[in-house]
């Protein structure tokens, strides 16, 4: 059985990180979606709200399991023996910044294969730090995270003000 990772910083899981993760489950038997703790990136949301938002939306595929990782991917994958890591692909802009990840992992664990997947089209412009900004100005978000991400965000931001 091929199990696969999933690995990003879901800051937060958005519809176009599931439309990947249903996609990849047709594919592969098991899909783990693994949630980085990427203090680099300064998240908004901890690493323990992204990984329970998650495990909220994705309960119902039983596929599908949600951990959390702060080691090198290449490390990681070895120790959870995945064989293949997946990967989104938006547009041209998302190809360097891939490709290059893509090369790199496999320089340090040449076993691991990057499949990239492509999103239905009306997420081909959704990220995550779209739809934070989005709701920090009082946007609607409805048609592009879950409802409980939605409500993580109204949280979130009405901090702020
Ligand atoms: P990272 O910090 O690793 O880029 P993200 O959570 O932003 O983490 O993204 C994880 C993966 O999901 C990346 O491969 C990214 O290209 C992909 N991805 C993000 N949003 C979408 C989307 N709307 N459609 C398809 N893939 C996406």
Known sequence: MVTVLYPGTFDPITNGHTDIIVRATKLF?????????????????????????????????????VVQF??????????????VIIRGLRAVSDF???????GMNRRLAPELETVFLTPAEQYTFLSSSVVREVAAL????????????????????????
Do not use: C, W
């Open 96 to 102: 360097d910044y891939e490709f290059q990840l893509a």
């Open 29 to 65: 038997k098991r899909v783990i979606v693994a949630i980085a703790a990427n203090p680099g990136k300064s998240p908004v949301f901890s690493l323990e709200q992204r990984v329970r938002l998650a495990q909220t939306i994705l309960g119902d595929l039983t596929q599908v399991e």
């Open 138 to 161: 009082g946007g609607d978000v409805s048609a592009f995270v879950h409802p409980v991400v939605k409500t993580a965000l109204s949280e979130r931001f009405s901090k702020n003000i």
């Open 70 to 83: 702060s080691e090198l991917l290449s490390k990681f994958a070895r120790s959870m023996e995945a064989k």
